[in-house]
C-alpha cells in the first residue's frame, strides 16, 4: 500500500496551525458548548424569511408520523385528505395512515421474498441482492409506492383503523419483521426446488401477516360510514369496503400523477426506474421523469394557485431550522465555521453520496412576485410543536438545491415533456441515490 500514513510531524504541525488560528479557538469555545445549527446560523439569512405567503392553501391541522418514517404515506394521504375533507364537508380529516402502512408492509414483504427467489443463485456479496437484504423492512417509500397501495388496497378513514403503539413507533416492529425475511432468505437460497422456494416464500408471508396484524391490528374488510358534517348535519353510508370508500370519496386520482424528478446527473426529458424499487409485485414499475428544476417549481407554484397542494420529496436536513421552521440554501455558514470551500453542486452531491431525498412533505402555499417564488409554505408530519404550528417555510433557493421530486398531473406537462414519458426506462442500479426512499 502507497498511502502516506499520518506521522508525528504531521501532528504537530496540525496542533500549531490550529493553535496560532484565534479564530478556531473562538469557535472551539462555542462548539463544545453549542450545537453547529445554532453556532453556524446566518443571522442576516433568518431574518429576512418571514412566514406570509402570497397563495396559502391550509386550513387544516398538521398531522405527526411520530416516531416512525411514513412520511412519504402522510404526505400522500394529506394530499388527498383536503378534497375529501371538503366532500364530506368537515373542516378537519384524515385518512388511516396505519391501514396503509399495513399494506404497503405485507405487499413490501411479498416483494422482497419473490426477488430473493429471482437472486437466489447470485452470492450473498453480491452488490444487488446485498442492496435488497439490507433494504428488506423499513418504513420509507417513494410515490408511486403510495399510488400502488391505494389502488390496490384501497382507503379507510383513520377512525376504521387507529394508531396504535407499533404504528407510531416501528423501530421494534421493524427490526422483527427483518429477522423474519432474513431467516426466509436464507432459508430460500438453500432450496434448490422452485417448488420449495415458493412454498417456503409463502409461509413466511403467512408469519409477516400475523405479525403485522398483532402490531397493528387487522385491517378491516368493510366499514360502516356514518358522520356529521361542520353544520352539524348527520350522514350515513352504510357498509363500504376500503376500495368503495376510496371510489366515492376521492376528489382526484393518484394514477393521474406522475413523478418528476431532478437529477442533474442525468439527462432531462428521459425516464428513468430503478431497479428492484418498489413494493407491490404487480403493480406498474416506479419510473420517474427527468426535468429541469425551474418546471418542477412552476408546475408547483400553477397547481397551488389553482388550489391543489403538492407532493414532493427533499433532503429535509440540509440547511434547516426544526425549531423555527426554515429552510435557506445558506442558512448555516458552514464555509466560515470551518474555512474551507464546500463547493459541491446539486449533481455532485448526488454523485459522491452527499445528498439524496430522505423525506416527503406537501406544499400548501407559495409566495409569488410577478409570477416568480420567492419561498414555499410546506405541510410536514411532525406534529404541531414545531414551525408554524407544524407547517414550515422554504425559501426558493433551497427547493433548487434540495427538493427532487414532485407528483403532478400528467395534463398539465407541456407537449415535448410529455412526449418523453414514452421513452424506454434508463435502469439505474438498486443502489442508486435515486432509489433511496422517504422515511424520516
Given at each position: 500500500m502507497s498511502a502516506?500514513?499520518?506521522?508525528?510531524?504531521?501532528?504537530?504541525?496540525?496542533r500549531k496551525e490550529f493553535s496560532a488560528d484565534p479564530t478556531a479557538k473562538l469557535l472551539q469555545n462555542a462548539l463544545t458548548a453549542s450545537e453547529l445549527k445554532d453556532v453556524a446560523l446566518d443571522r442576516e439569512v433568518l431574518?429576512?424569511?418571514?412566514?406570509?405567503?402570497?397563495?396559502?392553501?391550509?386550513?387544516?391541522?398538521?398531522?405527526?408520523?411520530?416516531?416512525?418514517?411514513?412520511?412519504?404515506?402522510f404526505a400522500g394521504l394529506n394530499l388527498l385528505r383536503a378534497g375529501t375533507a371538503a366532500k364530506l364537508g368537515v373542516k378537519d380529516f384524515?385518512?388511516?395512515?396505519?391501514?396503509?402502512?399495513?399494506?404497503?408492509k405485507i405487499e413490501r414483504a411479498n416483494y422482497f421474498l419473490q426477488s430473493v427467489i429471482d437472486l437466489a443463485d447470485r452470492p450473498t456479496d453480491d452488490r444487488t441482492l446485498a442492496t435488497l437484504l439490507q433494504d428488506c423492512m423499513g418504513d420509507g417509500g417513494q410515490w408511486n409506492m403510495f399510488v400502488a397501495v391505494v389502488a390496490k388496497h384501497g382507503l379507510v378513514p383513520k377512525s376504521a383503523m387507529p394508531e396504535t403503539i407499533s404504528s407510531s413507533g416501528t423501530r421494534q416492529m421493524n427490526s422483527s419483521l427483518r429477522k423474519i425475511l432474513h431467516t426466509a432468505a436464507r432459508d430460500i437460497r438453500v432450496a434448490t426446488d422452485p417448488d420449495a422456494r415458493a412454498e417456503l416464500a409463502e409461509t413466511a408471508l403467512s408469519t409477516v401477516w400475523r405479525a403485522l396484524c398483532m402490531h397493528l391490528g387487522t385491517p378491516p374488510e368493510k366499514l360502516f360510514w356514518q358522520w356529521t358534517d361542520k353544520d352539524?348535519?348527520?350522514?350515513?353510508?352504510?357498509?363500504?369496503?376500503?376500495?368503495?370508500?376510496?371510489d366515492k370519496y376521492l376528489t382526484i386520482d393518484p394514477a393521474d400523477y406522475i413523478c418528476l424528478v431532478n437529477d442533474p446527473r442525468n439527462k432531462t426529458n428521459q425516464t428513468y426506474t430503478v431497479e428492484l424499487l418498489g413494493n407491490v409485485v404487480d403493480a406498474p414499475e416506479v419510473v420517474y421523469l427527468n426535468v429541469d428544476v425551474e418546471l418542477m417549481k412552476k408546475l408547483t407554484a400553477d397547481l397551488i394557485v389553482s388550489g391543489q397542494p403538492v407532493w414532493f420529496g427533499c433532503d429535509v436536513g440540509q440547511m434547516m431550522d426544526r425549531e423555527r421552521g426554515f429552510?435557506?440554501?445558506?442558512?448555516?455558514?458552514?464555509?466560515?465555521?470551518?474555512?474551507?470551500?464546500?463547493?459541491l453542486d446539486k449533481a455532485a452531491r448526488l454523485e459522491y453520496h452527499?445528498?439524496?431525498?430522505?423525506h416527503a412533505m406537501l406544499f400548501t402555499g407559495v409566495d409569488l412576485v410577478d409570477g416568480t417564488p420567492r419561498k414555499w409554505r410546506v405541510e410536514n408530519s411532525w406534529g404541531d410543536e414545531s414551525a408554524e404550528k407544524g407547517f414550515y417555510t422554504m425559501n426558493d433557493s433551497w427547493y433548487s438545491e434540495y427538493v427532487f421530486e414532485i407528483a403532478a398531473p400528467k395534463s398539465l406537462l407541456p407537449a415535448e415533456v410529455l412526449a418523453a414519458l414514452d421513452t424506454e426506462p434508463v435502469v439505474l442500479p438498486a443502489w442508486d441515490p435515486m432509489g433511496a426512499l422517504a422515511g424520516r
Open positions: 502516506k500514513p499520518i506521522t508525528t510531524p504531521d501532528l504537530d504541525r496540525l431574518t429576512s424569511i418571514d412566514t406570509t405567503m402570497s397563495h396559502k392553501l391550509d386550513d387544516w391541522g398538521a398531522t405527526n408520523q411520530k416516531q416512525s418514517g411514513r412520511c412519504w404515506l384524515e385518512f388511516s395512515q396505519n391501514y396503509a402502512m399495513f399494506f404497503d352539524k348535519q348527520f350522514h350515513r353510508d352504510g357498509w363500504l369496503t376500503p376500495q368503495e370508500f376510496r429552510w435557506d440554501a445558506k442558512l448555516l455558514d458552514l464555509e466560515g465555521v470551518y474555512n474551507t470551500e464546500l463547493s452527499q445528498t439524496m431525498m430522505t
